[in-house]
C-alpha cells in the first residue's frame, strides 16, 4: 500500500523545533530534526556531549512538543551496578497475592526511551538493549513482549490504525572515561545517528538560566484534563503516523541512491560495484580509501543515509507547501546528514603520526575523512535519468551543509 506526502505532514514536521523551542530548549533546531528523523524511520540515536548541555532535557522537551506527554518518556540511568532485568523488568510477587508471580515491566516499556550514559553498565547490561533496538521487543523469561502496539485513534475524520513508537535516545560523556565500557561495534551500528551536542552560545547559556531560575507554575487541572490529554495524544500519534507513512514511503532519486551505494561499496573496496563515477575520480577513490579503513561501512549504513536524506530533507529543507519536492532535496539532505550518520561506523587504521592528537581532534580528522569519502563517491557521470555533474552539485550542498548544520 502506497501513502502520499500530505503538505500538512510537513507543516507538522517543520513546526517541531519551534515547539521544542517553545519547551525551553533553545537553538537545537538542528538536533531536534534529526531526532525527529529517526522517530519517522525507527532509528535510535546516540548523543554526545559534556555535562550540561541539556540532553535529558531535550528528551522531555521532544515529547512534550510532538503531544505524547509525560507517561511516554521513560530514563534509565546506567551505571556499573546496573543488572539487565533493572531494564525490562521481570517477575515479581503479586501485590494482592504474594503467592503468584506477576511481571513487573522495566522502564524499557516506554515510547521515547532515555539512556543516559550507556557506556557505563557492564556489557551484559548494554546488551539487554539490543533485542528492543533492533527487534522492537524484549524477551523475559522466554517471553517475548512487544515494545510497539497498534491502536485504533481519533485523526479528525475517523478512526486511523497507527502503531506507537519506540526509539533509543542514549548518551554518552566523552570525557571522564574511568569506569566506563565502550559500546562494541556490533551496538554502535544500532544508532541510526550519533549526534555531537555542542556547547551552546552565550545567549543560550543566558535563556537556560533565567529558565531554570524562574519559579515553576503548577497547571490548573480542569475536569475534562483526562478526556484533553487522550484527544491530543491520538492527533499526536495520528500526525506522527502520518508524517511517518509518507517520508518514508518517498523513494530517493537515482544519483542519489548510487551514491549512498558508492559510499558504502567503497568503504568494503568493492570498487566494481560502484557506478557512475568516471575512470579517473574512480582511480582517486581507490587511493584515498588505500588501507585506511579498519572497519568498513556495512548495509545499516546504506539504509540509514537513504532514510536520513530523505527524512532531513522533509523536516529541515522542503517549502512545507510543496510536499512532493522532498525527493528532489534528498542531496541536499544526504550532504547534512554525512557525519552524524556515518562518523560512528567508521573506523580508521591506526596512523602513529595521529598520536599527539586530542580527542576532539581526531574526531573532527574523522569528520573530516568521512566528508573526503563521500565526495570521492560522488557520481559525475550520468545515472539514470538523472544528470552528469552530479558531484559538482553535492559539493556546492556539502558547503552549505557545513556551515548551516552542526551536529
Known amino acids: 500500500m502506497s501513502f502520499d506526502l500530505r503538505v500538512e505532514d510537513i507543516g507538522f514536521l517543520r513546526s517541531i523545533p519551534k515547539r521544542v523551542t517553545g519547551e525551553g530548549m533553545h537553538d ?24 550540561g548541555l541539556g540532553k535529558t532535557a531535550l528528551i522531555r522537551a521532544l515529547s512534550k512538543a510532538l503531544g505524547l506527554g509525560d507517561d511516554s518518556v521513560g530514563r534509565i540511568q546506567f551505571t556499573p551496578d546496573l543488572m539487565p532485568a533493572d531494564i525490562t523488568g521481570t517477575l515479581m510477587p503479586d501485590r494482592d497475592d504474594v503467592t503468584r508471580l506477576t511481571f513487573q ?29 533492533a527487534e522492537f521487543q524484549v524477551t523475559v523469561l522466554g517471553e517475548v513482549r512487544q515494545l510497539r502496539h497498534w491502536k485504533s485513534v481519533n485523526a479528525g475524520a475517523g478512526l486511523v490504525d497507527v502503531q506507537t513508537p519506540f526509539i533509543v535516545m542514549a548518551t554518552q560523556n566523552p570525557i ?6 565502550s559500546l562494541p561495534e556490533a551496538q554502535l551500528d544500532r544508532f541510526m545517528f550519533k549526534i555531537r551536542m555542542q556547547m551552546p552560545s552565550a545567549g543560550t547559556v543566558s535563556k537556560i538560566i533565567s529558565k531554570e531560575l524562574k519559579a515553576p507554575v503548577k497547571p490548573v487541572l480542569q475536569e475534562d484534563t483526562a478526556y484533553a490529554g487522550h484527544a491530543a495524544r491520538s492527533s499526536a500519534l495520528a500526525e506522527l503516523n502520518s508524517a511517518a507513512r509518507g517520508v518514508m514511503s518517498l523513494r530517493l532519486p537515482p544519483s542519489v541512491d548510487a551514491h549512498i551505494i558508492n559510499i558504502v561499496m567503497a568503504s568494503n573496496k568493492a570498487f566494481d560495484d560502484v557506478q ?45 507547501a510543496r510536499a512532493d519536492e522532498v ?10 546528514m554525512l557525519k552524524p550518520v556515518l562518523r560512528h561506523r567508521l573506523r580508521l587504521s591506526h596512523d602513529y603520526g595521529d598520536g599527539g592528537l586530542s580527542a576532539a581532534a581526531q574526531v573532527d580528522q574523522l569528520d573530516n575523512y568521512v566528508q573526503e569519502l563521500a565526495l570521492a563517491a560522488a557520481p559525475d557521470l550520468g545515472v539514470g535519468e538523472d544528470s552528469v555533474g552530479y558531484h559538482e552539485r553535492f559539493a556546492a550542498d556539502l558547503d552549505v551543509a557545513s556551515t548551516t548544520v552542526s551536529l
Open 28 to 51: 537545537l533546531d538542528n538536533v531536534v530534526n534529526a531526532l525527529v528523523v529517526a522517530l519517522l524511520s525507527q532509528g535510535h540515536v546516540l548523543l554526545e556531549g559534556n555535562p
Open 176 to 181: 571522564d572515561q574511568d569506569g566506563t565500557f
Open 276 to 320: 557512475g563515477i568516471s575512470g579517473h575520480r574512480l582511480e582517486a577513490l581507490r587511493k584515498l580509501v588505500g588501507d585506511r579503513i579498519e572497519y568498513p561501512f556495512g548495509p545499516r549504513a546504506a539504509i540509514s543515509l537513504a532514510k536520513a536524506a530523505l527524512g532531513w530533507s522533509a523536516v529541515a529543507l522542503t517549502d512545507p
Open 105 to 133: 515491566p522495566g522502564p524499557i516499556f516506554k515510547e521515547l526511551l532515555l539512556a543516559d550514559e550507556i557506556n557505563r553498565a557492564t556489557p551484559k547490561t548494554q546488551a539487554a538493549m539490543l533485542e528492543a533496538m
Open 327 to 336: 525527493t528532489a532535496s534528498s542531496r541536499a539532505g544526504l550532504a547534512a
